[in-house]
């Protein structure tokens, strides 16, 4: 029991749930309503199954190699080394990686090629992030701010082929391009916020091991700018969709933005 807690902490259970009700929401409110999905149930579940085990995958190799800077910055949340070993981890990142590739095939039946290199690609970027990328100036956050948001638009390539997206012109295709940009714009940009946040939580960690983050680089007074800068983009374009979409009077809509993200984003 105490090694199973072990597994689900260090491959992040409840982000994986997040990811699970992102993509489920987004294909059941946009997909499906606006394109009228043919997507099935069954592929659209190995979809979302290749998006949790690739995305535990990278939260393991992840750990794997920050282990001596979350020995700093985070002792007693550690547990490679000390409830599973180093040679599990990897055991259990290759693993889960060639099961997500495997889904991915699964969900595009031998159709929509592109994206199984897709998800090969975010697997090769999850290593390649956690072996160097996340310590070099501002790439490691851009390339973990583009994955988050590709949960979302690999839902949007699954439907719509590649060569397609951005040539044809049906209304269908035109509105589910608008709103999965939309979603993927967003998780890109708070996503790039959550992650200068972590650097200067774990500046000391990261400093020691001469990590090129944001605040160690240009200091957290100017990360907190930066900070500030993407928080008001973000804001001001969500005020902005709210005036919009008055409109059509989807006041409930409204109210919930207004309470559940605007809100706390101000906070």
Known sequence: MRLAAAFLKLVRWPNLIFIVLTQLLFYYCIDKPIYQSAYSGPRIFWLITASVLIAAAGYIINDYFDLNIDRINKPSQNVIDRLISRRWAIVWHLSLSFLGII??????????????????????????????????????????????????????????????????????????????????????????????????????????????????????????????????????????????????GWWWAIAYCILFIIAPLIY
């Not at 390539?157 to 967003?186: C, D, H, M, N, T």
């Open 103 to 248: 889904a991915t095939v699964i969900a595009v039946s031998g159709h929509k090629w592109y994206l199984i290199i897709a998800n090969t690609v975010c697997v090769i970027l999850l290593w390649l992030y956690s072996t160097s990328f996340k310590r070099k100036f501002l790439i490691g956050n851009i390339i973990i701010s583009l994955l988050t948001a590709w949960t979302v638009l690999v839902l949007f390539f699954a439907e719509v082929p590649f060569s397609a997206a951005f040539s044809v012109k049906s209304y269908g295709v035109i509105q589910f391009f608008r709103r999965a940009f939309l979603y993927g714009g967003f998780a890109f940009a708070i996503n790039l916020i959550r992650e200068a946040m972590k650097d200067v939580e774990d500046m000391a960690g990261d400093a020691r091991y001469e990590c090129k983050t944001l605040p160690i680089v240009a200091g957290i007074n100017a990360t907190k700018i930066y900070i500030a800068v993407w928080l008001v983009v973000l804001i001001a374009a969500l005020i902005i969709l709210q005036l919009y979409i008055m409109q059509f």
